[in-house]
């Protein structure tokens, strides 16, 4: 990887990184903390009561920037053969935004986007470029984005706010919400030391001399007290005007990202005594983090969309809980949307692994902290980890087991072959048998004509499915091991006139289909943009021509 183009040119990243200014000056929201404040937050288990409610206010008050709409902005709106006009929407977990160029220009630029591909040696053979080609299509008349893992101020991201510059460029509203702010020390980069050690192979070049590393280092992790916002959350930007924005955290967490945390550290340090390599492990195996998973709501407003109004609904549910715990925050989303009488989009990154937490490689663990996962590819890296951390057991043990299943092909069904009982099934019956006070439901269907590949099958017009369960949108990394693949990301959608009364009128108009994952997209560069697949989906915004209304599923 060609550190220097990644960065635009930029041999210094943080040195000629430049914010362009009044960018955000219309961007609505709450104060910011402060570089002080946040190591506070992260000293002080209670803070002080002026501090916590500045906290309170950033994890419930979202950002707003509506200004695209005051400009020359219009909905693309696509037209389909099969269906005519449509509302063509992208979920995408973008990994904190760490390949933040792909991803702008995978949604811009495909000449750029084509560039960038040879600048990082993608080995796309013919077929696969006409693939990317195809889909960058796809992402191109999106007018609607949903967003997760997305930082603003962060060192592995470059300071950027992700969502906000992302949105600039592709000229559309955009609505952040705040799930965490990132108080560890050692993500923050205070430790110097252990930056430079942890992190210098990964930032390295072929040719670079060992000086020439560490000063790229120092450069790249030193903390910056002016622009360290410590900010993670998810986004939703739109070409159409967003109204009644909401973020709203979930009552049920399932696992304290401050406490939590801060308690694997020190029943670590006790296992393990004073040993030297202390902050080496405490890092893999902690994340401090202040806030919580929540839900962020944003209305649509245009007399193109049924009603004139669609409201969305993006969330990322808790990877570090059981099945049980998403359930309920799922249960939270399903009360808080109940009263909607036009139509829903719920989307995002649900954790659908089946799994107390999605077995991670340990590479994402590195490119959590520090932005590049490549280090950990050295063998002589895994070895040192693998049988002296309580997390390189658990890992390899996962990677055993990942080995022997493979993946979770479908996680809406009972049963998982081999794994037996599919503790996540539930979170698909909740979903499926929940009524909207109108009478309303989210689609289940799966017509072969109204799916992207002619599959059948339940979900199968609002997400890919494949010969067996659905294309996974989550893989672990090819290096470590034979690759466990999920489903871990959804599109779910409200129609506005899908109900169960008898002689309720029926259409097609806002039904999903030919929901795709676009995997040969994100696997374009050899590291891939995210650890995540993108997923779209088309809502005809008319009666489609030629088609019968649809029958009750």
Request: aromatic share 8%; net charge negative.
């Amino acid at each position: 990887m060609d550190f220097r183009k990644r960065v635009s040119g930029c041999r210094w990243p943080l040195l000629c990184a430049v914010a362009v200014i009044g960018l955000f000056a219309d961007q609505q929201g709450p104060d910011t903390l402060t570089y002080d404040e946040i190591i506070q937050l992260y000293k002080q288990d209670v803070p002080p009561p002026i501090l916590a409610a500045k906290l309170q206010r950033l994890l419930t008050t979202p950002f707003v920037n509506d200004s695209a709409s005051d400009g020359v902005i219009t909905p693309v709106k696509p037209t389909l053969r099969q269906v005519g006009p449509v509302l063509r929407v992208v979920q995408w977990n973008i990994e904190r935004g760490l390949e933040f160029d792909a991803i702008r220009f995978a949604f811009s630029d495909p000449k750029k986007f084509a560039d960038v591909m040879e600048d990082k040696n993608s080995k796309a053979d013919e077929h696969t470029l006409q693939r990317i080609h195809d889909q960058i299509a796809l992402l191109k008349d999106a007018d609607l984005i949903i967003l997760n893992e997305v930082d603003w101020g962060m060192n592995r991201t470059l300071f950027r706010n992700v969502g906000g510059e992302l949105a600039s460029a592709l000229n559309m509203n955009y609505a952040y919400g705040v799930e965490f702010v990132e108080v560890d020390p050692i993500t923050m980069g205070l430790d110097h030391d252990v930056m430079i050690r942890e992190v210098k192979d990964a930032y390295s070049e072929p040719d670079d001399k060992k000086s020439d590393i560490v000063e790229r280092v120092k450069q790249v992790m030193r903390p910056d007290p002016s622009r360290y916002q410590g900010l993670h959350g998810t986004a939703i930007l739109s070409r159409y005007p967003l109204r009644d924005v909401k973020l709203i955290p979930f009552q049920n967490q399932g696992h304290d990202w401050y406490a939590d945390e801060k308690k694997k550290a020190s029943g670590f340090a006790k296992a393990q005594g004073k040993a030297g390599s202390i902050v080496f492990k405490e890092q893999i195996i902690r994340q401090v983090r202040r806030g919580g998973r929540m839900m962020l709501l944003a209305d649509l407003v245009s007399s193109d969309l049924p009603s004139g109004r669609v409201t969305v609904v993006a969330t990322h549910l808790e990877d570090e809980a059981a099945p049980a715990a998403r359930r309920k925050q799922l249960e939270e989303v399903l009360h808080q949307v109940a009263p909607i009488s036009h139509p829903v989009i719920l989307a995002g990154d649900m954790n659908t692994s089946a799994h107390d937490g999605v077995p991670t490689s340990v590479g994402r663990l590195l490119k959590d902290r520090f932005g590049s996962g490549k280090w950990w590819a050295e063998e002589g890296v895994m070895n040192a980890i693998t049988y002296t951390t309580p997390f390189g057991l658990a890992a390899t043990a996962s990677k055993t087991l990942i080995g022997f299943v493979r993946s979770v092909d479908d996680p809406t069904e009972t049963s998982i072959p081999i794994m037996g009982t599919n503790p996540e099934a539930k979170f698909f019956t909740t979903l499926e048998d929940f009524r909207f006070e109108d009478g309303g439901r989210f689609d289940f269907s799966g017509e072969t004509e109204r799916s992207s590949n002619g599959r059948s099958g339940k979900l199968s017009n609002s997400n890919e499915r494949a010969e067996k369960g659905f294309v996974p949108t989550n893989e672990l990394g090819e290096k470590f091991g034979p690759i466990g693949q999920f489903k871990l990301d959804w599109i779910f959608v409200k129609p506005g006139k899908l109900s169960d009364s008898p002689g309720a009128s029926t259409s097609y108009v806002f039904t999903p289909c030919f929901g795709r994952t676009l995997k040969e997209l994100n696997h374009s560069i050899p590291d891939r943009i995210s650890d995540h697949n993108p997923i779209t989906v088309e809502l005809p915004l008319g009666e489609p021509p030629g088609m019968a209304a649809i029958s009750a599923h």
